[in-house]
């Protein structure tokens, strides 16, 4: 009797167990850093003090109320022209190029570079290319696209060694027509590294749209960068960098502005950084090591957010 007894206590515990665990509310974890989708978007060639404030630049100045800034941002100190600060970009030094010469004369070996670090993360990655057919690896420059604006064509472990029929790189080098699709069917990349052409990133106005290249990039902006920003991808924990690739006649400072919804709102600072503050900031979001380059000495760009990574 007295095991009958307390076998039916022990069912009766359970059974009021279960119910209490049945109630408990569930739990919504909120998405962390790791599930971030990052886009990087690069413009050409402006000093800030050519877009803060300019007429020709109304849709760009609408941001700044939308996110936070930095007014100190320069290109890494005497780092010109425009290729080695897009390879700088990827892996936090230039290895010694100092020309905009295609990746058949300035193709490099290391493996030390970001989508290879994002690669052995198991973080996608893809670059958005505006000018490409995406039926071979863009390896040389033709038209409006420009082969030193597409930093990830320089690393041979990309590329296969300079094949142009490569698989991996096809694959990753995307025309940026295709960005929309991606955008509407959420099948985006993790990171997500976007390259006007010469005339939509303010480089180039002759053959362009309008006379003024400010005016081309900033009207190209406003038509690429709303999809973007209504994307399931940027409204779960999403960030936009949009950033120069060098000063004009100097070393900036140039424009560097962070759309996110955990950007500090209508924010500036005057911290300085540089092309390596960027790349450690992607390391840290993505978490991956070790940080390159000069990117190991970089001030972060964490104190644009609330909350970072």
């Given amino acids: 009797m007295k095991r009958f007894l307390l076998l039916i206590s022990c069912l009766w515990i359970a059974a009021a167990g279960s119910v209490t665990f049945a109630q408990t509310p569930e739990v919504t974890e909120t998405p962390t850093s790791s599930e971030r989708t990052v886009f990087v978007i690069l413009e050409e060639n402006h000093n800030w003090n050519q877009i803060k404030g300019s ?4 849709y760009i100045n ?10 100190q941002y320069y290109n890494p100190p005497g780092l010109h022209p425009s290729e080695p600060n897009y390879i700088w ?3 936090g030094t230039n290895f010694g190029i100092h020309n905009d010469a295609d990746p058949a004369a300035n193709h490099q070996p290391s493996t030390e570079h970001l989508t290879t ?18 039926d071979v690896c863009p390896l040389a420059s033709y038209d409006h696209y420009a082969a030193k604006h597409n930093p990830m064509i320089f690393f041979d472990d990309v590329t296969g060694s300079n094949d142009k029929h490569s698989a991996y790189c096809i694959a990753h080098m995307r025309p940026y027509g295709e960005l929309s699709a991606d955008l509407t069917n959420n099948t985006l990349a993790r990171y997500n590294f976007i390259t006007p052409n010469l005339c939509d990133d303010m480089h180039d106005s002759s053959g362009c749209a309008t006379p003024n290249s400010v005016q081309n990039g900033d009207d190209w902006l406003k038509q690429a960068l709303p999809p973007i920003l209504a994307s399931d991808a940027y409204q779960n924990n999403g960030i936009v960098f949009i950033t120069w690739d060098e000063g004009e006649g100097g070393d900036g400072p140039i424009g560097l502005i962070a ?11 005057n911290i300085p950084y540089t092309h390596s503050s960027l790349l450690r900031t992607l390391e840290e979001i993505f978490g991956v090591t070790p940080l390159l380059g000069d990117a190991a000495n970089a001030t972060d760009l964490s104190d644009l957010f609330t909350t970072f990574p």
């Fill in 62 to 71: 609408s941001l700044l109320k939308q996110g936070a800034h930095a007014e």
């Fill in 89 to 91: 970009l990827e892996a």
């Fill in 117 to 134: 670090l994002l690669d052995a993360a198991g973080v996608s990655w893809k670059t958005y290319q505006e000018g490409i057919y995406g």
């Fill in 55 to 58: 007429a020709h630049a109304p």
């Fill in 259 to 269: 759309l996110s919804k955990d950007a500090k709102v209508g924010y500036a600072n």
